[in-house]
């Protein structure tokens, strides 16, 4: 995370970008998110878009990441 780069809402305009793209142009209906829930920052960007939590996968595997929990939003 670079700090010239915090609190200026990119990480919420490119998730907002990304939803709306795959809404309109892959005729999705629904998207679903993912967040470290110890990352509160990263949770904001979301729950500021509407996305509502579904709760928190335990020991989430990621291919090339240790296992760690997951906070799932829709």
């Given at each position: 995370?670079?700090?010239?780069?915090?609190?200026?809402?990119?990480?919420?305009?490119?998730?907002?970008?990304?939803?709306?793209?795959?809404?309109?142009?892959l005729?999705?209906?629904?998207?679903?998110?993912?967040?470290?829930?110890?990352?509160?920052?990263?949770?904001?960007?979301p729950?500021?878009?509407?996305?509502?939590?579904l709760?928190?996968?335990?020991?989430?595997?990621?291919?090339?990441?240790?296992?760690?929990?997951?906070?799932?939003?829709?």
């Amino acid at each position: 995370r670079r700090a010239e780069a915090t609190g200026h809402g990119y990480a919420t305009e490119a998730t907002a970008a990304l939803a709306d793209a795959v809404f309109t142009h892959l005729g999705a209906r629904h998207v679903v998110v993912c967040h470290d829930p110890a990352n509160v920052a990263s949770g904001a960007v979301p729950q500021r878009l509407g996305f509502r939590c579904l709760g928190t996968v335990s020991s989430a595997e990621l291919p090339g990441r240790r296992a760690a929990d997951g906070t799932v939003r829709a």
